[in-house]
């Protein structure tokens, strides 16, 4: 990404602020002929407290089994995870000379991320339910008739979606 020094922030809490509140990230890698895939997924961000190291961070998500992206990160594991908070158009009318042009603005948090795949059932249940959790609460979503935990959180159904987990 391009990235002007003036506008490079290294604010670990700042960035783990904005991908907690915007979760809807998109996941990149490669395909078998090496062109950009992109996935756009809930992610659930884990990072211990208080420790902001972003090497220490993980990544949750998951991808459709029907979704070929998790084969690519299995022989590609390499990826990118963005997330965009807030933006905005700015209108040159906003500053106090006329010399300026119109831009946008926008918060995003770009990760360079190694993945791996999760397929132990008995491993997936208890993230599942943290990331269903997570987001019915970000959302204040009741769980249905009184669960808390959909019925499906870490069940194995046939053709299951392994989870990615991305460090």
């Known amino acids: 990404m391009y990235l002007p020094k003036q506008f490079q922030v290294v604010d670990h809490a700042l960035a783990l602020d904005i991908m907690r509140q915007n979760p809807f990230a ?9 062109l950009p895939f992109v996935t756009h997924v ?7 407290v208080p420790d902001l190291d972003p090497l220490q961070w993980v990544l949750l998500g998951h991808v459709a089994k029907g979704n070929p992206h998790w084969k690519y990160l299995q022989s590609r594991p390499t990826a990118v995870v963005t997330f965009m908070g807030p933006h905005a158009y700015l209108s ?3 500053y106090p000379d006329l010399a300026r042009v119109p831009t ?3 918060l995003a948090v770009h990760c360079t991320v190694e993945s791996t795949l999760i397929e132990d059932a008995a491993a997936i249940r208890p993230e599942n339910a943290v990331r269903h959790r997570r987001f019915r609460a ?3 979503c009741p769980a249905m008739q009184g669960e808390s935990e959909p019925a499906s959180a870490g069940v194995p159904r046939r053709n299951a979606t392994p989870v990615c987990q991305w460090q």
Do not use: C, F, M, Q
Request: without cysteine.
């Open 104 to 106: 946008w603005n926008y």
């Open 42 to 48: 809930p992610i659930h961000v884990k990072a211990p």
């Open 138 to 140: 970000a959302r204040n």
């Open 92 to 94: 040159p009318s906003v």
């Open 26 to 34: 998109s996941l990149i890698s490669t395909d078998e002929a090496g």
